[in-house]
Nanobody
C-alpha cells in the first residue's frame, strides 16, 4: 500500500521556523517529483513547493511566490523522504500542509498543478500565531 505520511506541523509564533517531513512507503519515489501544497480554512488547496528527481534533467526546485525565499524543499531518496523547511513564518502561512508525488514529467509552472499529483498524504496542521 502506497502511503505518504506528513509530520512536523504544530503551533509557532510569527517569525519562527518549522520543518515538515513526508515519509513515503509502499514504493520508491526517487523517480517522482515531490510537492507540498497547503489549504487554509475556506480556501482551495494551493501549490507551495516542488522538487523534481535528478533523472528529470536535474533535481530543480520550484516555489510559490508567497513562500519564495522563506521555504526550502529538499529530498532524501535513501530515506524516501521529502522535507519542507519553513522559516520566517507568517500568520498567513497557517494551513494544513499536504505532501504529494507525481510520476508524470513536469517543468516550471507545470509542476504547480495539483491535478498532476497522484499520491497524497493526509496533511499536517501548521498554525502561526501573531
Amino acid at each position: 500500500q502506497v502511503q505518504l505520511v506528513e509530520s512536523g506541523g504544530g503551533l509557532v509564533q510569527a517569525g519562527g521556523s518549522l520543518r515538515l517531513s513526508c515519509a513515503a512507503s509502499g514504493r520508491t519515489f526517487s523517480s517522482d517529483a515531490m510537492g507540498w501544497f497547503r489549504q487554509a480554512p475556506g480556501k482551495q488547496r494551493v501549490f507551495v513547493a516542488a522538487v523534481r528527481p535528478d533523472s528529470w534533467a536535474g533535481g530543480r526546485t520550484y516555489y510559490g511566490d508567497s513562500v519564495k525565499g522563506r521555504f526550502t524543499i529538499s529530498r532524501d531518496n535513501a530515506m524516501n523522504t521529502v522535507y519542507l523547511q519553513m522559516d520566517n513564518l507568517k500568520p498567513e502561512d497557517t494551513a494544513v500542509y499536504y505532501c504529494a508525488a507525481r510520476t508524470q514529467y513536469c517543468s516550471g509552472v507545470g509542476c504547480f498543478d495539483r491535478a498532476g499529483y497522484h499520491y497524497w498524504g493526509q496533511g499536517t496542521q501548521v498554525i502561526v500565531s501573531s
